[in-house]
Nanobody
Framework: QVQLVESGGRLVQAGESLRLSCSVSKRIFSNSIMGWFRQAPGKQREFLASINWRGTSTYYTDSVKGRFTISRDNAKNTVYLQMNSLKPEDTAVYYC??????????????????????WGQGTQVTVSS
């Protein structure tokens, strides 16, 4: 069974840091490009960051570049999102995702969520001002 399970979301104050984790079934984690997304109430799901299998290539959307860092531990089948200097506008449900047909870390860009096969259930991050 394919599973992606996010964790680590909680209520934080503006300016604080938070690290999210996504535990992934080994069957789909191996050789996969992993991505993080978020969805705020009333808004479309937004791509944030992605990382290749070796962890040697990453890609970030402009809104989080310099504040968020994606990483992975292949021994633990886990991908992380380190979020620093959090802002109230970062409040959202955060998801990890992957697919079998991703060619590079930019492959998530412009792809509709319905075109991405594997998703976690999401973890809520709330940033208070």
């Amino acid at each position: 069974q394919v599973q992606l399970v996010e964790s680590g979301g909680r209520l934080v104050q503006a300016g604080e840091s938070l690290r999210l984790s996504c535990s992934v079934s080994k069957r789909i984690f191996s050789n996969s490009i992993m991505g993080w997304f978020r969805q705020a109430p009333g808004k479309q799901r937004e791509f944030l960051a992605s990382i290749n299998w070796r962890g040697t290539s990453t890609y970030y959307t402009d809104s989080v570049k310099g504040r968020f860092t994606i990483s992975r531990d292949n021994a633990k089948n886990t991908v992380y999102l380190q979020m620093n200097s959090l802002k109230p506008e970062d409040t959202a449900v955060y998801y990890c995702a992957t697919d079998n047909n991703l060619l590079s870390t930019t492959s998530f860009v412009g792809r509709h969520m319905n075109e991405i096969r594997y998703w976690g259930q999401g973890t809520q991050v709330t940033v208070s001002s």
